[in-house]
């Protein structure tokens, strides 16, 4: 059975994109720790991070710099931090947040809530960096 992340890769569930590429998908995070958390994706279903083979590792990582340096520019922040967790979702994936302060890094933060057209309006900045 596909994973929510595959159905998002085919388009069978909406999301607000970020950038892909043939291998790769990145896009926002649905229960934000803060503005900008962008979950980055190999669109190859694999559960554990430290399954995927060497060659769609680096690419995963090579991608998620991308992604990072563009929320750098679109988020003010002190730095893109990454986090692994690899427990929520059957599915490889890396977070990154942008974070002021390393307490904005916790999983334990209250998520937020943000309506579709502010999840728009930080989609649509961090793509203009791509």
């Known amino acids: 059975m596909s994973t929510i992340f595959t159905k998002i890769v085919n388009g069978e569930i909406p999301s607000y994109k970020i950038a ?44 998620a710099k991308k992604v990072a340096k563009a929320i750098e520019q679109a988020i003010k922040c002190k730095r ?18 942008p974070f002021s302060n390393e307490a904005q890094m916790s999983v334990m933060a209250p998520k937020l809530k943000l309506d579709s057209d502010r999840m728009k309006d930080i989609a649509g900045r961090i793509t203009s960096f791509i």
């Open 20 to 63: 892909e590429t043939e291998d790769y998908y990145a896009f926002l995070d649905i229960n934000p720790i803060v503005e900008g958390h962008t979950l980055v994706i190999p669109k190859k279903e694999i559960d554990y991070i430290f399954d995927l083979d060497e060659d769609t590792l680096a690419g995963l990582n090579i991608f």
């Open 80 to 97: 893109v931090g990454i986090m692994v967790i690899g427990t929520e979702v059957p599915h490889a994936h890396i977070h990154l947040i």
